[in-house]
Structure formats: C-alpha cells, structure tokens
C-alpha cells in the first residue's frame, strides 16, 4: 500500500514546483515509509510514496511504459488478489514482465485496455497513468472504495491524493467550509457523502468510478454498479457459495512477501478469517498466524451490557486462539492516551471521525507495526448480510432515515439556536438519493425491496465510514491492512440473496453461520452480533469533558458554533442521551470527543468558514 498525488496545469511550469510537490510527498510519508519517487515535466507531477509488500526490488513507483509514441506514467495505491491471472493474459498478449509485482501487471493492463482494465481487476485499489503524449491523465478506484481518491480543480490546477492535506499542501486549494459542508459534519458526520470531501473545492473519486481528465476537463464514468438479478440457488447451494467466495476471498489476500497478521475480536466475521488463514498458512508450510486484539485498562471493572454490546471479547477470543493454534496478542490501550491520540486520530483522517472508536484503531495499528506490515480484518460483513441490530428491528425497518443516526435531536443539542436551519432536511435529501441506487426487481416483496435499500444505505454510508476510519489510521502508521469481505463478488452475490436466506434461522449473518459450522467452533458461530471494543472506563469520560470544558473556554470559530449549555448538560448528564450520535458506539463520551476532533480540525487545519 502506497500515498499517491499528482497536479496537472497547463498553463504553468511544473519544473518549478519541486519544493511545493516535496512538501506533498512529506504529507503521505506515513503512507509509505519505504520509498518515495516523483516524476516532473513541464505540465504534470505525479508523487509516489512507497509501503513495500510485494516484489520489493521490482515495484518502484513512478513506474514507466513507452509503447510505440506514448510513454505512460504510473502512480497506484492497492493490492490487486488476481494478478496471476490477468499476467497471463497480458503475457498471451506479447508483454514481457520484469518482476512480479501487481503494479507492473496494473500498468501494463491500462496499455492494453486503456479504461477497461478497471473490470478485469479484483482488489483494492486507486491509481492515476498519465500519458505524456496526449496529455491525459486517468484515476481510478476499487469498485468497494477501500482505498481513497481525492481531488480539486480550481485556476487551471488540477490535483490529486490518497490524502486530503496533501491536496491543501499544494497551497492551491484553500482549507474553506460552506453551509453544506458544515451540514456535512454536524448532521451526518462522521460520515459523509459519497464523492464530498466536506473542504469546499475538495472532491472524491467514487467507489466503482474512472475519471479522465483532459483539455481542462474531467469526465467521469460509473464501472461498477449494483444490479438487481435473480437468486437461482437452493439453500444448501447458497451456503456453500457463501463459504466459497468467502474463503477465496481470505487465501487470495494471504500473499505477501512481507510478515503478515491477523485481527481477532473473537466475533464471528475476524474469526473466520483467523481460522482460514491460520488453515492455509499450515497446509502450505508457512508457519503459525499471529492474531491481535484490542482491550483497555481495567475495562472488565466497569463492562456494561447493552443491545449494541451484549458481551465482551476475552472469551470468545481465547476459544478462537486454540481453535486456529494462533500465537496471540492482546493490545491493552491506556484510557488517557486514548482521548491523547484524538487530535493524531483526526489529523490522519484529515477530518473528525468517529473519536475514540478511531483513535483506539489509531494506537492499536501503532502496537501492530512493531511486528508485522500487512494484517487482515473482518470489517463489511455486517453491511452485507444483516448483521446490524437495525436490519432485524421492525419497529425501525421501515423508517425514512438512517438506521444508525435515527434522530438529529442530539446533534441539534450541541449547536447555537438558530445555526444551520436546514440540516434535517440536508440529511433527509441524502437518505432519499441513497434509497433511489438500489436496484429492484419486479418480483421484489416490500421486505425484499427495503432489504435492498437498506443494503445501499449501509454500503454507501455506514461501510464507508468503516473503511474511511480502517485506511487512515491504517496507514498513518505504515500498516496496510486488507478487508476480505470487500471482494466484490461477495458484495453481488449478497445484494441478491434472499433475506430468508441471508438471515437463516432468523439469525444476524445467518447464512454466513450456517456456511462455517463445523470449521469454527460453535459458541464463535453463534455468539451474538458484538462490534469492535470501546472504554467504559469513567477516567476517559472525565479526561474527554475536561477538555471539552476547556475548549468551551476559549474564544475559537468552533465556540461560535456550539452551544454551551447543550453541550454543559451532556458533561454533567450523560445518560441524558437518547440514542448514539452514529452507529452504535457513539454515544455521550464519543460526543464530546468528536467535539475534541471538530477543535483540533479547525485549529490544525486553520479551517474558515466561508
């Protein structure tokens, strides 16, 4: 995994620009702390900076192609999971290859295919070829959008990144907010459109989207997009497709020429991984799996059960170490430093994220890269087959809003009367545009037809974020880390299962349960839906509203925005909060922590509002 960036003007010298492009390139460092390489002619750069996974000699980026007249430069951040397969079509074709890296195979594939290269591909991916010749340059990004694409164009600059502050370090495009991007991050953050990246003039490239640009001009096309078809397969078929495509996905993403781990919650999506990967490893002689797992300090104390979290992990990760015979590690974060690393948590999203639930990931990642370089995890099962409390809650199913951020009164509380009237009805248009993407058949009962819009609700939101939060703190500490359940096979087959199918025995992920009986052990097959772990420590409630009151105190652009006593009643009163901000962990410590973040962001940022 790798930082790109790159900055087409055609009017201006980019020779020039040297220092302003070093200083792009020192902004992705933390993306690739291997190598780094720029490429500079008179009206394009492109930057690259290096984590070696695969081929370590032979994957040097910028990687350059002359075939015939045109001389194409490549910039690309991703692991493709079928490069020996397109090889040898391209090798069929008469292309001869230097090494085995995957990003020798995607360069050679857009010569050969040009835009259509981006449909052979299975992996996560976005990259940028320039051609010197027609002076056109392509970007492309998977079509689940693991990996991120960022862009802006204003005054004849166009320019790119894996990272939105690489993008303002080109000191081109300035760190402003309007009215809709305060919307953004007050009523639908920590998510956020799909495309938007919330800084006015700032953009993304989407999930299952290429893009050229050329003469000034960028055109953009849809390659990947969800269809409706019909499911033809029996339930004893359908279980074992769903083991297949699952366990594929898991060994494909075991290649690596670098140390390589696992994450164990002892949940059922990161033990499924745990168990195939630690099987392949032992068949193909490779040695024993290391697993990781995160916990706090003293948090057994002061556990308390809920809908959302029914039971903690200890457990169920101790069954899944002796099932799998892995060597584990339990990462015990410190409940200061947690709400410490909110400010490092936010400066690597680049935006306020989903507070201590990234900042843990953060500190976690950082413990991980002492030892290992690539680690897979088992985020999106629960988007794809229903494993979220609110795809199983009738009383919820049918409601027009956002299942994890149901109701905007606590996001109303902490703002000044009278700032952003049209909020609600913002965050309304968002969940109609969404619910409009999934495609139906006729033959789709109501049950089915919502269950499809819940499903584009949850893969073009609620994943998002998830990966969002999953890259940047990845990454920002040098560990690329892989989402099996992100293969795009998986993700068509489960928009058109049956939910009668999906959720067997009227289970959350009850297809996927029923695929690993027998391979994992059953109190791990049906342990109840728990996600990832957070504090219930009082220590890091009280660090968190200590410095909201500080913040408070302060004459700053966020004390202008917020409301005191709102904010006051939530530090003396936390349980005074009816539903979590977002999702299922945000609830009144994670408010005043995301406070913390919005602080650091228009602080570090020096964010305006325009």
Same mark, same amino acid.
């Given at each position: 995994?790798?930082?790109?960036?790159?900055?087409?003007n055609?009017?201006?010298?980019?020779?020039?620009?040297?220092?302003?492009?070093?200083?792009?390139?020192?902004?992705l460092k933390?993306?690739?702390?291997?190598?780094?390489?720029?490429?500079?002619?008179?009206?394009?750069?492109?930057?690259?900076r290096?984590?070696?996974?695969v081929d370590?000699?032979n994957?040097?980026?910028?990687?350059?192609?002359?075939?015939?007249?045109?001389?194409?430069?490549?910039?690309?951040?991703? /692991?493709?999971?079928?490069?020996h397969?397109?090889?040898?079509?391209?090798?069929?074709?008469?292309?001869e290859?230097?090494g085995?890296?995957?990003?020798?195979?995607?360069?050679?594939?857009?010569? *050969?295919?040009?835009?259509?290269?981006?449909?052979?591909?299975?992996?996560?991916?976005?990259?940028?070829?320039?051609?010197?010749?027609?002076?056109?340059?392509?970007?492309?990004?998977?079509?689940?959008?693991?990996?991120?694409?960022?862009?802006?164009? *204003?005054?004849n600059n166009?320019i790119?990144?894996?990272?939105i502050?690489?993008?303002?370090?080109?000191?081109q495009?300035?760190?402003?907010?309007d009215?809709?991007?305060?919307?953004?991050?007050?009523?639908l953050?920590?998510a956020?459109?799909?495309?938007?990246g919330?800084f006015?003039?700032?953009?993304?490239?989407?999930p299952?989207e290429?893009?050229?640009?050329?003469n000034n001009?960028?055109?953009?096309?849809?390659?990947?997009?969800?269809?409706?078809k019909?499911?033809?397969?029996?339930?004893?078929?359908?279980?074992?497709?769903?083991?297949?495509?699952?366990?594929?996905?898991?060994?494909?993403?075991?290649?690596?020429?670098?140390?390589?781990?696992c994450?164990?919650s002892?949940?059922?999506?990161?033990?499924?991984?745990?168990?195939?990967?630690?099987?392949?490893?032992?068949?193909?002689?490779?040695?024993?799996?290391d697993?990781?797992s995160? /916990?706090?300090?003293d948090?057994?104390?002061?556990?308390?059960?809920?809908?959302?979290?029914?039971n903690?992990?200890?457990?169920?990760?101790?069954?899944?170490?002796?099932?799998?015979?892995?060597k584990?590690?339990?990462?015990?974060?410190?409940?200061?430093?947690?709400?410490?690393?909110?400010?490092?948590?936010t400066?690597?999203?680049?935006?306020?994220?989903m507070?201590?639930?990234?900042?843990?990931?953060l500190l976690f990642?950082?413990?991980?890269?002492?030892?290992?370089t690539?680690?897979?995890?088992?985020?999106c099962?629960?988007?794809l087959?229903?494993?979220?409390?609110?795809?199983?809650?009738?009383?919820?199913?049918?409601?027009?809003?956002?299942?994890?951020s149901?109701?905007?009164?606590?996001?109303?509380r902490?703002l000044k009367?009278?700032?952003?009237?049209?909020g609600?009805?913002?965050v309304?248009?968002?969940?109609?545009?969404?619910?409009?993407?999934?495609?139906?058949?006729p033959s789709?009962t109501?049950?089915?037809?919502?269950?499809?819009e819940?499903?584009?609700?949850?893969?073009?939101?609620?994943?998002?974020?998830?990966?969002?939060?999953?890259?940047?703190m990845?990454?920002?500490c040098?560990?690329?880390?892989?989402v099996?359940?992100?293969?795009?096979?998986?993700?068509?087959?489960?928009?058109?299962?049956?939910?009668?199918?999906?959720?067997?025995?009227?289970?959350e992920?009850?297809i996927?349960?029923?695929?690993?009986?027998?391979?994992?052990?059953?109190?791990?097959v049906?342990?109840?839906?728990?996600?990832?772990?957070?504090?219930?420590?009082?220590?890091?409630?009280?660090?968190?509203?200590?410095?909201?009151?500080?913040?408070?105190?302060?004459k700053?652009?966020?004390?202008e925005?917020?409301?005191?006593?709102?904010?006051k009643?939530?530090?003396?009163n936390?349980?005074?909060?009816?539903?979590?901000?977002?999702?299922?962990?945000?609830r009144?410590p994670?408010?005043?922590?995301?406070?913390?973040?919005l602080d650091?962001?228009?602080?570090?940022?020096k964010v305006?509002?325009?």
């Amino acid at each position: 995994m790798c930082g790109i960036a790159g900055w087409i003007n055609s009017v201006q010298n980019m020779c020039e620009k040297a220092y302003v492009l070093e200083k792009m390139s020192d902004t992705l460092k933390m993306r690739g702390p291997d190598e780094n390489g720029i490429y500079i002619e008179r009206n394009a750069a492109l930057i690259h900076r290096r984590l070696a996974v695969v081929d370590i000699e032979n994957g040097k980026q910028p990687m350059v192609y002359a075939d015939n007249e045109e001389k194409y430069i490549l910039v690309y951040n991703g /692991e493709l999971y079928n490069t020996h397969e397109i090889k040898s079509e391209l090798m069929l074709a008469g292309f001869e290859f230097e090494g085995h890296s995957d990003t020798e195979v995607v360069l050679k594939a857009y010569v *050969k295919w040009k835009e259509k290269c981006a449909e052979k591909f299975n992996g996560i991916f976005a990259f940028s070829v320039y051609e010197t010749k027609r002076k056109r340059l392509f970007l492309c990004r998977d079509r689940i959008g693991v990996k991120p694409l960022f862009y802006a164009y *204003k005054n004849n600059n166009f320019i790119f990144a894996s990272q939105i502050k690489t993008i303002l370090a080109s000191g081109q495009i300035p760190a402003v907010i309007d009215e809709q991007g305060l919307e953004e991050i007050f009523f639908l953050g920590p998510a956020r459109t799909p495309g938007n990246g919330v800084f006015k003039y700032i953009e993304e490239i989407l999930p299952g989207e290429y893009a050229f640009f050329e003469n000034n001009s960028l055109q953009k096309h849809k390659y990947f997009i969800i269809k409706a078809k019909e499911h033809t397969e029996n339930e004893k078929e359908t279980i074992e497709h769903t083991r297949f495509l699952i366990q594929d996905a898991i060994r494909r993403q075991l290649v690596s020429d670098v140390p390589l781990c696992c994450f164990l919650s002892g949940g059922l999506d990161s033990s499924i991984i745990t168990q195939t990967a630690s099987d392949y490893l032992r068949e193909t002689g490779k040695g024993t799996l290391d697993t990781y797992s995160v /916990e706090y300090v003293d948090n057994d104390k002061y556990f308390e059960k809920s809908l959302f979290q029914p039971n903690s992990d200890t457990q169920f990760i101790n069954l899944m170490t002796d099932s799998a015979k892995t060597k584990h590690h339990q990462v015990i974060l410190d409940n200061i430093e947690l709400g410490k690393a909110l400010p490092a948590a936010t400066f690597a999203r680049d935006l306020p994220g989903m507070a201590d639930v990234d900042s843990s990931l953060l500190l976690f990642c950082r413990e991980v890269k002492k030892n290992f370089t690539v680690a897979l995890s088992g985020e999106c099962a629960d988007e794809l087959f229903g494993g979220y409390p609110w795809y199983h809650n009738k009383d919820i199913l049918f409601e027009e809003s956002f299942p994890w951020s149901r109701s905007q009164d606590v996001r109303r509380r902490i703002l000044k009367k009278g700032l952003l009237p049209k909020g609600e009805e913002y965050v309304k248009e968002k969940y109609l545009q969404t619910i409009k993407l999934a495609d139906k058949l006729p033959s789709d009962t109501k049950l089915s037809a919502r269950m499809r819009e819940m499903f584009m609700l949850n893969f073009n939101w609620f994943m998002q974020c998830l990966l969002d939060r999953k890259d940047r703190m990845s990454m920002d500490c040098g560990l690329e880390v892989r989402v099996p359940f992100c293969d795009y096979r998986i993700v068509e087959y489960a928009y058109n299962m049956p939910w009668e199918l999906k959720s067997l025995f009227g289970r959350e992920k009850g297809i996927v349960r029923k695929a690993f009986e027998g391979i994992l052990p059953e109190g791990i097959v049906y342990r109840k839906k728990s996600p990832y772990p957070k504090t219930h420590n009082p220590i890091y409630f009280e660090y968190v509203s200590g410095r909201v009151r500080e913040i408070m105190n302060q004459k700053s652009i966020l004390s202008e925005l917020l409301d005191k006593d709102g904010i006051k009643k939530i530090t003396e009163n936390p349980e005074s909060i009816p539903s979590p901000w977002y999702g299922q962990l945000m609830r009144a410590p994670q408010i005043l922590a995301y406070i913390i973040q919005l602080d650091t962001w228009f602080e570090e940022f020096k964010v305006q509002i325009i």
